[in-house]
């Protein structure tokens, strides 16, 4: 079989997250990160022939990298065989009992207090904005009767800052994340946040959603 080129972004996406993965036979990719604040799932176009562990995502990759379109054959039990034309490589797999793999049990919001749309080119400003200004946290906060997104540092109040209005709203709130756990594919998507502390990203055009925890510190009212 090979692998699609989204799904290959996609595991590269994955690999900022975990750098293991449980691989599990059929089309679902599942992971969550060691500290256990993002999740992510995702379906993807193919369809994987059994279970097995890569314990360096990255480096699998780059190791598919070697080739211009490689088939990978998942016959023999510990390893696939890379190949394409002449070249050939043997990738051994993980035991599944070194990857931090995410609950079986499905994930679902407790609460759906605040949503809003993100599209592409805000999320991409704001992460540039946090690059630039160096700032760490990025906060939804409602108030005024509107939704803004708001790169800063919460600490200091004489932080620079950045901000897009993505909402309106009748309620007051801040949920608050930390920028570098904001590790999701570019795009556009539906969030939602609940005030249990945690949020779900769902990908408008592919089969893509993250589960992201939010700052202890976030506020509704």
Known sequence: MKLSESTLSLLKNFSTINQSLLFKKGSKLR???VM??????????????KDFGIYDLN???????????????????????????RMRSQYFFADANVIIT????EMTLPSEDVSFTLKTEQLDKLLKA?????????SVIGGAGVV?????????NTSNSFD?????TESEFAFNFKVENIKILPGTYDITCSQKNISKFIHK????????????DSTFE
């Open 36 to 49: 256990k604040n993002i999740l992510a799932e995702a379906t993807i176009s193919e369809e994987l022939p």
């Open 31 to 33: 992971t969550i990160s």
């Open 102 to 105: 995410p609950p079986e049990k």
């Open 164 to 168: 897009i209005t993505v909402g309106e």
């Open 205 to 216: 055009n592919i089969d893509l959603v993250y589960f992201i925890a939010l700052e202890p």
């Open 59 to 85: 480096q699998f990759l780059n190791g598919l990298g070697l080739h211009q379109s490689p088939e990978l054959d998942f016959a023999n039990e510990n390893h696939v065989v890379i190949k394409e034309g």
């Open 130 to 138: 946090a690059a630039i200004y160096q700032l760490p946290d990025l």
């Open 148 to 156: 803004k997104l708001v790169v800063r540092d919460k600490k200091n």
